[in-house]
């Protein structure tokens, strides 16, 4: 099992440890690039890859922890996608 299947499926767990880093790779993994808008978007970041709905979110701060309900937001939309 490569990294990202491994990624992949730590994700599908839900852990309440899943970092900002982690979903960064992920994303990379699956074609997506991060788009944050320069030095005035603060904390919000955007995923886009061509042929797929693009991902909003905010970067977890002061910790890179991911908050439980974007974990669980983060798996449904990449399952609405068919991404996994």
Same mark, same amino acid.
């Given at each position: 099992m490569g990294k990202k299947?491994? *990624?992949?499926?730590?994700?599908?767990?839900?852990?309440?440890?899943?970092?900002?880093?982690?979903?960064? #790779?992920?994303? %990379?993994? *699956?074609?997506?690039e991060k788009d944050n808008k320069g030095k005035t978007s603060g904390s919000r970041v955007?995923? #886009?890859?061509? %042929?797929h709905k693009p991902f909003l979110m905010h970067r977890p701060h002061p910790s890179n922890i991911m908050r439980p309900y974007q974990v669980k937001d983060?798996?449904?939309?990449l399952e609405k996608e068919g991404l996994i």
């Open positions: 299947e491994k *990624l992949i499926a730590r994700l599908m767990t839900e852990p309440a440890d899943f970092t900002f880093d982690e979903v960064e #790779t992920l994303l %990379g993994y *699956l074609g997506y955007k995923f #886009t890859c061509p %042929g983060l798996v449904t939309e």
